[in-house]
């Protein structure tokens, strides 16, 4: 048997014709959309970054300074750039909370966004006695810290321990993380191996107190210490810089390759600040804009749908002729 169409399925037909296509248009649009996303939330929602040193509970010898490493970008706008503001100098109290001036000694701008600046307390240190420091924003650890004096040294650091080295690299993103046994001081690094220790080679690698001292190389909106890329090569070594100057000589040269073709990223931690990384909030999985971008697309996506459907329930509604079913003959 054949069973003939009704004008009501024809009118119906006709009509969804045109909608699945405004609809099948619109998913291509917010696919792109959703694509872009996450490359604008990288380059426009990240936060400066800074590690002073000491950090909380750490010691200070009584010929030691005041550290400070520093990513100054804002949000990825390199022109307006402040340093001045974001890296303004750290703050030091005695027990009876007076403050203890601190002097500029040496500063070096390591382009294009970190600062790292050394700063001399201009009165003799106690031995024994607990100080107060007050780091200044966008520091992790943030909040104010004790700091306990102990003698001076002259003692030479030795050369951090690398532990490992893994990369990411992720479309246009690209990091190789370098994780170290404990060590005490700041960490120094000589991209290409063949320059001599200098504070631009400071960088930050104690975010955290409780864990491993690590460091990244990157190339970021906010943070950049290596042109990371697919497929980029060099030659790297470490040293150490305790607090009060003392280097430790360089460690081996290590080998640095980064893969030609996107790694697998690793599963998320339930951190928020470690899933944001040290870029100062952003990942290669993309800053928080990005998850905001993919949620107002699923309701653009929703809202489309639940339009078609008004439309088809409008087609079908009473008022309209609607045909009985006919049955064709043989």
């Not at 700063?119 to 943030?142: F, K, N, T």
């Not at 170290?180 to 000589?190: N, P, S």
């Not at 290590?254 to 996107?262: C, G, I, L, R």
Request: aromatic share 6%; proline share 8%; with cysteine.
């Amino acid at each position: 048997m054949l069973r003939s169409r009704s004008p009501g399925s024809l009118a119906l037909q006709g009509s969804s014709a045109p909608l699945a296509k405004v609809g099948l248009l619109a998913l291509v649009v917010l696919a792109g959309l959703l694509a872009l996303a996450p490359r604008a939330a990288r380059a426009q929602e990240c936060q400066p970054l800074r590690e002073v040193r000491p950090l909380p509970d750490e010691l200070l010898p009584a010929n030691g300074y005041i550290w400070d490493v520093c990513y100054y970008v804002v949000n990825g706008d390199r022109e307006d750039a402040r340093s001045n503001e974001i890296c303004a100098a750290p703050r030091l109290f005695d027990a009876g909370g007076a403050e203890v001036a601190l002097a500029l000694e040496r500063r070096a701008d390591a382009p294009p966004t970190r600062l790292v600046s050394r700063y001399r307390p201009l009165v003799p240190l106690q031995v024994g006695a607990s100080y107060s420091l007050e780091p200044g924003e966008y520091v992790r650890p943030s909040g104010r810290r004790t700091v306990r004096v102990v003698a001076a040294t002259e003692e030479v650091p030795e050369p951090p321990r690398l532990l490992s080295l893994d990369y990411q690299v992720r479309g246009e993103s690209a990091l190789a993380r370098f994780r170290f046994a404990d060590f005490d001081g700041l960490l120094v690094k000589d991209v290409g191996a063949q320059g001599q220790p200098s504070l631009g080679g400071v960088d930050i690698s104690r975010l955290d107190p409780g864990a491993a001292p690590e460091l990244e190389l990157l190339k970021q909106p906010c943070r950049e210490n290596f042109s990371a890329q697919r497929g980029a090569s060099a030659m790297v070594r470490f040293g150490v810089l305790d607090l009060a100057g003392n280097f430790s000589g360089w460690g081996e040269t290590e080998s640095v390759q980064f893969p030609a073709t996107d790694t697998e990223l690793s599963e998320p931690s339930g951190n928020a600040e470690e899933e944001a990384g040290a870029g100062g909030g952003c990942s290669l999985r993309g800053c928080a804009g990005s998850r905001a971008a993919g949620l107002a697309v699923l309701l653009m996506v929703a809202e489309l749908a639940r339009t078609r459907r008004r439309r088809i329930r409008a087609i079908r509604a009473p008022g309209r002729a609607r045909c009985p079913r006919s049955v064709g003959v043989l």
